[in-house]
């Protein structure tokens, strides 16, 4: 699966969104690549929000998903977030609806990591696929399995790290055990964005 910084085909593409930054995207951008390099595409838009004052993190990233879901005609959308920013699912039901989402299903996928959310906003319907990161708080621990799985050791979490050292050893399988939930996810947002089924 890329990820553009342009959209050419909503029919055929999902938004990508992360509650925690450059350095998510940067992550996903790799790994995606490494598990499915092709079809559908994943975008994550580099131009500036509006009246954005400051980086969008946490759950409040939705306000991102409702701001662009106004200028394109979304189908689909891949919510990354850590864990550390969801303190009950609740939240997440609370800040879709402060941002202007009517809420038609929430369906958990996988093991309380992955979930499909059926939302309307303006007319409009999204599927949002949420993917939580880290056992405990993050991003980072999911990395740190991965690096488990290929037996190697990293000194950091730095991008280049990941490319240099991690990413040659990591075969497809290792990155469907580590990320399973982001591996649900892929396939899932192929069946809505491809069949246009789920």
């Known amino acids: 699966m890329e990820v553009s910084e342009n959209f050419t085909d909503v029919k055929r593409q999902a938004l990508l969104v992360t ?8 992550f996903l ?18 131009f500036p929000l509006p009246n954005r004052e400051r980086r969008i993190t946490g759950l409040d990233a939705l306000r991102t998903i409702a701001l662009l879901l106004g200028k394109f005609n979304i189908r689909a959308c891949l919510f990354c977030i850590d864990k550390e920013h969801i303190e009950q699912m ?19 996928i996988s093991l309380s990591r992955t979930y499909k959310i059926s939302v309307q906003r303006g007319g409009r319907a999204l599927k949002i696929i949420l ?68």
């Open 19 to 26: 509650g925690d930054g450059t350095f998510d995207i940067r």
């Open 29 to 46: 951008t790799l790994i995606l690549k490494k598990l499915n390099g092709k079809e559908p595409f994943l975008v994550s838009p580099s």
């Open 90 to 108: 609740e939240n997440i039901e609370e800040m879709l609806g402060k941002y202007g989402f009517q809420l038609m299903e929430f369906q958990e």
């Open 131 to 198: 993917v939580i990161f880290g056992r405990e708080t993050k991003l980072e621990e999911d990395i740190e399995e991965l690096a488990r799985l290929c037996g190697c050791e990293l000194p950091n979490t730095r991008i280049s790290t990941i490319k240099r050292i991690l990413l040659p050893r990591a075969t497809i399988m290792h990155i469907k055990r580590a990320f399973s939930h982001l591996y649900d996810a892929i396939v899932l947002l192929e069946k809505i964005l491809i069949t246009n089924k789920a």
